[in-house]
């Protein structure tokens, strides 16, 4: 018996009801998730860092903005932040850090290779993938330096990969990429457009949409001409005081390098740990808590500092403790304890370094990657290993005078997960291989569709039933 119009408008409503109320609604549209804290490591062109600090260019690199190394030729950029939909594929991170080579250098002290490539970005859209970094070059010849923000600079190479349906860590290994024409301009000349580039690996943290309903109405900010509280008063650093007194402070500090690398590399075999408080970010330990005197209008602070780090491997047992940081004159003094051979050094003057403005802006003074230079007094405690005036890794300085002010977040290298051996693809591979694979690209919401789906189907059949002879009953027999 044919349904009258009226009915099947009842049944049409009544099925997309049920269905919408029956299938989660990521099984339809899964929501964009924001991409926080992650790594991207990537040697650039491990050629091109031969040539720097070969024979011809006799030149060097330092990295910036806290990225670090890894490995024997990748550099690691730091702090990812970004977006991921799991439902197309999308995803977008962007990290921190750089790197800054130089090369043959010139009577006048300049370099006529001066190339600095920071904070990378990679996008994937439509299957397409292409990694941006800003770019500072000096050209060949000319010598004019250019300076262009997010270029453009390799294409990748993506294969089959697909991006869909991810959970968190995202990660990819091994990703084959190519120079773009953008890229060769702003890498100074030196590759041409189509030329390979180290393969690319990063590892994001991804966090859902967090849906919270509100359970009271949103308060209202203090407007700076509340009233103060009764009672006498002394001057804080909350309230702004001339003297800027010290609320706590952190210095970061990565000792050197190389000296990181020769103690977990081939020779030494060792390793570091940290302890009483100290924080590691990778390419710099943090010393936090720190505690002391500081006065802004003369610039000076004494202070010491929280937690300790401990380099031990073949024939090392070194460990730097109880840090202090000295600033007068515009000159800054790092310190510490250092035991060595079962033998403990009070406060000693490691590492000098310039800090020319301690002056808060907005209740935060701060020093920022300052060059540092070996004292006498670490050149003994090192053992000899280095001599007095060779540069170490810089110095960064935070003080806050005011409650509100916060410390510079530590590189954030997300989580310790690795690509599962089932998806995880080669680091590096020689030839042309299959498309790198995504870790935590399975979907979660593909299994519980599954269940939702089935329940879903049996309820309509029920309620199908049900329509048919509420029809039934409502229309009567079929006339002939």
């Known amino acids: 018996?044919?349904?009258?119009?009226?009915?099947?408008?009842?049944?049409?409503?009544?099925?997309?009801?049920?269905?919408?109320?029956?299938?989660?609604?990521?099984?339809?549209?899964?929501?964009?998730?924001?991409?926080?804290?992650?790594?991207?490591?990537?040697?650039?062109?491990?050629?091109?860092?031969?040539?720097?600090?070969?024979?011809i260019a006799q030149g060097n690199w330092g990295l910036t903005g806290g990225a670090a190394t890894v490995g024997g030729s990748q550099f690691r950029f730091h702090?990812?932040?970004?977006?991921?939909?799991?439902?197309?594929?999308?995803?977008?991170?962007?990290?921190?850090?750089?790197?800054?080579?130089?090369?043959?250098?010139?009577?006048?002290?300049?370099?006529?290779?001066?190339?600095?490539?920071?904070?990378?970005?990679?996008?994937?859209?439509?299957?397409?993938?292409?990694?941006?970094?800003?770019?500072?070059?000096?050209?060949?010849?000319?010598?004019?330096?250019?300076?262009?923000?997010q270029v453009p600079l390799a294409t990748l190479r993506l294969g089959g990969i697909d991006?869909?349906?991810?959970?968190?860590?995202?990660?990819?290994?091994?990703?084959?990429?190519?120079?773009?024409?953008?890229?060769?301009?702003?890498?100074?000349?030196?590759?041409?457009?189509?030329?390979?580039?180290?393969?690319?690996?990063?590892?994001?943290?991804?966090?859902?949409?967090?849906?919270?309903?509100?359970?009271?109405?949103?308060?209202?900010?203090?407007?700076?001409?509340?009233?103060?509280?009764?009672?006498?008063?002394?001057?804080?650093?909350?309230a702004g005081s001339p003297t800027g007194s010290l609320r706590t402070a952190a210095v970061d500090w990565g000792v050197r390098r190389t000296f990181r690398e020769y103690v977990t590399g081939a020779i030494s075999q060792g390793r570091w740990t940290l302890a009483d408080g100290a924080q590691d970010g990778g390419a710099l330990f943090r010393f936090p808590s720190g505690k002391g005197t500081y006065d802004p209008r003369k610039g000076t602070l004494d202070a010491a500092f929280a937690g300790s780090v401990r380099f031990t491997g073949a024939h090392l047992d070194l460990t730097l403790g109880k840090v202090t940081v000295k600033v007068t004159g515009g000159t800054g003094t790092l310190g510490a304890d250092v035991t060595s051979a079962g033998k403990t050094e009070r406060a000693v003057p490691l590492v000098t370094f310039t800090a020319r403005d301690l002056t808060p802006k907005n209740g935060l003074a701060v020093v920022t990657e300052a060059p540092a230079t070996l004292t006498e007094g670490?050149?003994?405690?090192?053992?000899?290993?280095?001599?007095?005036?060779?540069?170490?890794?810089?110095?960064?300085?935070?003080?806050?005078?005011?409650?509100?002010?916060?410390?510079?977040?530590?590189?954030?290298?997300?989580?310790?997960?690795?690509?599962?051996?089932?998806?995880?693809?080669?680091?590096?591979?020689?030839?042309?291989?299959?498309?790198?694979?995504?870790?935590?690209?399975?979907?979660s919401s593909s299994s519980s569709t599954g269940p939702y789906v089935a329940i879903g189907a049996g309820v309509l059949l029920v309620a199908a039933l049900a329509v048919f002879a509420a029809v039934r009953r409502r229309t009567g027999p079929p006339t002939a």
């Not at 594929?89 to 006048?108: I, L, M, N, P, Q």
């Not at 359970?215 to 407007?223: C, F, I, N, S």
């Not at 001599?387 to 002010?405: E, I, N, Y």
């Open 1 to 55: 018996m044919p349904l009258s119009r009226p009915a099947r408008a009842l049944a049409v409503t009544l099925f997309a009801t049920l269905l919408a109320a029956l299938v989660p609604a990521g099984a339809a549209h899964a929501e964009s998730r924001t991409v926080q804290g992650g790594r991207l490591d990537w040697g650039i062109k491990t050629s091109f860092q031969s040539y720097v600090t070969g024979p």
């Open 79 to 149: 702090s990812a932040q970004g977006s991921y939909d799991p439902a197309t594929g999308a995803f977008e991170a962007a990290f921190s850090g750089g790197v800054h080579f130089t090369g043959h250098r010139k009577a006048d002290g300049t370099h006529e290779l001066d190339l600095t490539i920071s904070r990378p970005r990679v996008r994937i859209q439509n299957g397409q993938g292409t990694l941006y970094a800003d770019m500072a070059s000096k050209a060949k010849g000319s010598g004019r330096v250019t300076t262009t923000p």
């Open 163 to 238: 991006m869909r349906g991810g959970g968190s860590p995202v990660s990819l290994s091994g990703v084959p990429a190519t120079l773009t024409s953008q890229g060769a301009t702003a890498f100074a000349g030196y590759y041409p457009a189509g030329a390979a580039l180290d393969p690319v690996s990063l590892t994001v943290d991804v966090r859902s949409p967090r849906k919270t309903t509100p359970t009271t109405a949103p308060t209202m900010p203090v407007e700076p001409t509340a009233k103060p509280t009764t009672g006498p008063t002394t001057p804080s650093a909350t």
């Open 378 to 443: 670490g050149a003994k405690a090192f053992g000899g290993m280095y001599r007095a005036g060779t540069a170490m890794d810089p110095v960064s300085l935070a003080v806050t005078v005011d409650a509100k002010a916060q410390l510079p977040a530590l590189p954030d290298l997300g989580s310790d997960a690795k690509p599962t051996p089932s998806t995880a693809a080669p680091s590096a591979p020689a030839a042309p291989a299959p498309a790198p694979a995504a870790s935590g690209a399975s979907s």
